[in-house]
């Protein structure tokens, strides 16, 4: 029993050194400088988007205009590749009523995916907490998310 302990302490002990040694490489590899993410959104779209995550707290950044900079150098659109620091503010204060209106269908297909999950976990969690319940009740909590 002695020596199967010991051998399991020194495999232990190697395997930690190696996983440290890996995460060290990982964490100085530098990061592509040139990498944008894809947004299917324009640019007046995006701007509200991120108003509204902005404003209600979801990215919390207090100068407005370096929160678009940052943006606009990490983002780009289908049409545009650069997009403008300036561009992001002028339509993240000044959006049309179309720009809004797709924007607000993006975020109510992203709730109603949200409470599809929701609605579909109602009963495993019945299931793995051997609740008894019968079937109209199950329809009501459903319909309550």
């Known amino acids: 029993m002695s020596d199967w302990l010991s051998e399991e302490i020194i495999f232990l002990e190697k395997k930690y050194h190696y996983l440290k040694a890996a995460d060290d490489q990982i ?25 509204l995550v902005s404003e209600n707290g979801v990215i919390n950044h207090k100068n407005t205009r370096e929160l678009l900079r940052f943006y606009s150098q990490h983002t780009q659109t289908r049409r545009v590749l650069n997009i403008s620091p300036d561009s992001l503010y002028l339509n ?28 579909m976990l109602i009963p495993l969690f019945y299931y793995f907490f051997d609740l008894d319940i019968d079937l ?3 329809l009501i909590l459903q319909n309550i998310f």
């Open 27 to 51: 964490r100085e590899l530098p990061l592509h400088n040139n990498f944008k993410a894809l947004t299917e959104l324009s640019v007046s779209q995006f701007a509200i988007f991120l108003r």
């Open 92 to 119: 993240y204060y000044n959006a049309s009523d179309a720009d809004r209106q797709v924007v607000k269908s993006y975020i109510i297909k992203i709730l109603n995916q949200l409470n599809n999950k929701l609605i």
């Open 136 to 138: 109209d009740s199950l």
